[in-house]
């Protein structure tokens, strides 16, 4: 099993800027994709950033050009740096990790979530 630890949500004004941390633990092992998802009130989750093992990464429209994802392969943790927040990036941000196998995802496992309030 692997365990997925976020943080760095919190509350910031229009503009400003945040950094999400996810630490993965238990059997990560060495072949592994993460990502970003959020879920605003009402709808639906939604990627907001990816990033594969090999460092291949994959935005949504909405994000582009503000955030970027970056894995730490020693420490297992995957980052969101989130520059010039807008309101709708309100959100409940979640962690995802798995492994990939063809088009399957093994062992795919989300965090807890972490609240990303943006509002003057």
């Known amino acids: 099993q692997v365990q997925l630890v976020e943080s760095g949500g919190g509350l910031v004004q229009p503009g400003g800027s945040l950094t999400l941390s996810c630490a993965a633990s238990g059997s990560v092992g060495a072949i592994y994709n993460m990502g970003w998802y959020r879920q605003a009130p009402g709808s639906q989750r939604e990627l907001v950033a990816s990033i594969s093992h090999q460092s291949e990464t994959d935005y949504a429209d909405s994000v582009k050009g503000r955030f970027t994802i970056s894995r730490d392969n020693v420490n297992k943790m995957v980052r969101l740096q989130m520059n010039n927040l807008k309101p709708e990036d309100t959100a409940v941000y979640y962690c995802?990790?798995?492994?990939?196998?063809?088009?399957?995802?093994?062992?795919?496992?989300w965090g807890q979530g972490t609240q990303v309030t943006v509002s003057s």
């Open positions: 995802n990790y798995y492994r990939p196998l063809f088009n399957s995802r093994l062992l795919d496992t």
